[in-house]
């Protein structure tokens, strides 16, 4: 029989985000968007482009004639900016970057690139995410599981699902890259299936003549210093941000048959402060609320859109700052799921486990 368990998360959000009337639909509240955050403007979406590749450029360049003690800031800065062209393959995956899709194809191949992440298989599988936004059976990122899926899984698993969602929450995406996006052969056959198959070949590609290339030329040293360790920031920044999207003790998970549409796109998701040159460089990835409410909204017309949502449904919408002691406070308490009591630790399972 479980013991009441106080939960010590719940310092983590300035008090708990009302819910949703049920009746509320998504479409209502997508009504109350001023029209022009749709507009697409393609100086902006293309200087944004733009941007990254020459921040990418910058920080390579600084890599390669930067002193040993200036590497870590030059790793940072350029594993940082990989992000960026990572949110404007982000709107080509969204068709939220141009109106002719092959235009956001090639832009999506080539701003991810540098990161090695094949596009369509992104694409494919974060559609999934934003359909099924918070739902306990049917998102695929980040969502946590239930005490009892915990239990039933062998002790290596255990150890992997401890780490991410503990202190290694950094190498979650890097993990989730290398599981599932490189096995076409798990979809039905068709044009999604295609797809998928030739972006995937195309990172390997890239993969088997790039890192020969670049050893070749520059070393092992070269390899680790102008890709391994910005790749990694990289993923500790796209980690860290999908992590801060959805996971504050405020923000709830719902089974299936409880799942509500516009709670979940609208109350399931933050709006998360970060650094100014963060959300600069980063396009403004952030501002996430409106982008769930509709990913068609382009990444330069998303703080338009928060402001009338600020407005018209700010009793609703979860804000948090970013910071180490936050994510810290997280990793510390947001380990799985129970329906009636949130976000259960650990320690907690393990107490109750015992008492059983």
Known sequence: METAI????????????????????LQ???????????????????????????????????IAIAPWYLLPVLWLFTGTVFFGLFVVAHDCGHRSFADR?????????????????PFHPWRILHNIHHKNTNNMDGDNTWNPFYPEQYEEMNAFERGVYRSLHGKFWWLGSAIHWGLLH??????????????????????????AIGFPLLIATTGWWGFVSFWLMP??????????????????????????????????????STDCKYPWWMEWICHDINVHVPHHLTPAIPWYNLRKAQASLDENWGEYITRVEFSL????????????????????TFAQQKELRSQS
């Not at 191949?109 to 990161?115: D, F």
């Not at 096995?183 to 590609?205: H, M, T, Y």
Request: net charge positive; proline share 4%; charged share 20%.
């Open 325 to 344: 002691p936050l994510l810290w406070k997280i990793t510390d308490y947001c380990h799985l799921y129970d329906d009636d009591r949130g976000y259960r």
């Open 182 to 207: 490189f096995q076409w052969w798990n979809l039905k056959p068709g044009q999604e299936r295609d797809r998928f198959r030739f972006s995937s070949l195309f990172v390997i590609a890239e993969m």
């Open 101 to 117: 899709r092959w235009v956001c194809d090639i832009v999506g191949h080539i701003a991810l690139t540098p990161c090695i992440y």
């Open 231 to 268: 790749w990694l920031v990289f993923h500790f920044w796209l980690s860290t941000v999908t992590l801060l999207h959805h996971t504050v003790p405020g923000v709830h998970f719902e089974r299936q048959e409880n799942w509500h549409e516009a709670q979940a796109q609208l109350v399931g």
């Open 28 to 62: 209502d509240i997508l009504k109350t968007l001023p029209k022009e955050v749709y507009t697409k403007n393609k100086w902006k979406a293309w200087m944004g482009f733009i941007n990254s590749v020459i921040l990418v450029s910058l920080g390579w360049f600084g």
């Open 6 to 25: 106080a939960n010590p998360s719940a310092e983590l959000v300035s008090g708990q985000r009302p819910r949703l009337d049920r009746n509320v639909r």
